[in-house]
């Protein structure tokens, strides 16, 4: 069936790097999308990677795709306490309009 | 543009009251999602509609919700009666869909709190 996992906590400190991590089940999805959500607030998108790619850079923001084994990554470079969020992992299901999420990563970054 | 836009932003309600979640796409979207989020299952998709038809409802939990899309303005999730497990925060997205990069835009949601 369809399902997105994450592991649900990280914890790191500011200035370090914050990888995500995920594994998502539809060998065929066109994309993967990584979201962002602040406290109180809906979900926004972060960043997509098209799935013919293996990486993808937006500043502080590096996403790697293995599609082998279904295993997409973000990475933060240089934390900041602004990036304290949960960010969800999603897969785009083969002809239909859905996004699938996974269960999400609440990131806490510590001083 | 004004974004999805979700109204009750809280309803604190009864067990067995009737609730109605309401949502106004983005205008041009034509693809619509109503989304559960809790503390133990994440993020769900309920169901979603393309054009105002249903195309996918396997995930409405069971027989006390239902969605409906009467144009391409609005749209609304009733749950009757409600439970204390229906507590949630539902979200409305809407998008283009396949058309472009299939990103969600999601309204900043309705808080239901069913004692």
């Known amino acids: 069936g369809e399902d997105v996992e994450q592991s649900l906590f990280l914890s790191v400190r500011e200035g370090d790097s914050s990888v995500i991590n995920c594994t998502y089940t539809d060998s065929s999805s066109t994309y993967l999308y990584w979201y962002k959500q602040e406290p109180g607030a809906g979900l926004q998108l972060l960043t997509y990677i098209f799935s013919n790619m293996d990486m993808k850079q937006d500043q502080r923001l590096t996403v790697l795709l293995n599609k082998k084994d279904k295993h997409l990554s973000l990475r933060i470079a240089d934390t900041q306490t602004g990036d304290s969020a949960i960010y969800f992992c999603?897969?785009?299901?083969?002809?239909?309009?859905?996004?699938?999420f996974g269960t999400g990563t609440r990131l806490q970054v510590f001083p | 543009d004004a974004g999805v836009i979700q109204s009750p932003r809280h309803e604190v309600t009864e067990m067995g009251q009737e609730v109605t979640l309401r949502c106004k796409p983005i205008?041009?979207?034509?693809?619509l999602f109503w989304y559960r989020q809790t503390m133990m299952r994440g993020l769900e998709l309920l169901i979603y509609f393309n054009n105002n038809v249903p195309i996918d409802d396997s995930g409405m939990p069971e027989d006390r919700f239902s969605a409906k899309m009467p144009n391409a303005s609005f749209s609304t999730l009733k749950i009757q009666p409600s439970e204390p497990r229906d507590s949630a925060v539902y979200f409305c997205a809407s998008s283009t869909g396949q058309a472009n990069t299939g990103e969600l835009f999601f309204g900043e949601g309705s808080r239901l709190t069913v004692l």
């Open positions: 205008s041009g979207h034509n693809s």
């Open positions: 999603a897969e785009s299901i083969t002809n239909t309009d859905k996004l699938i």
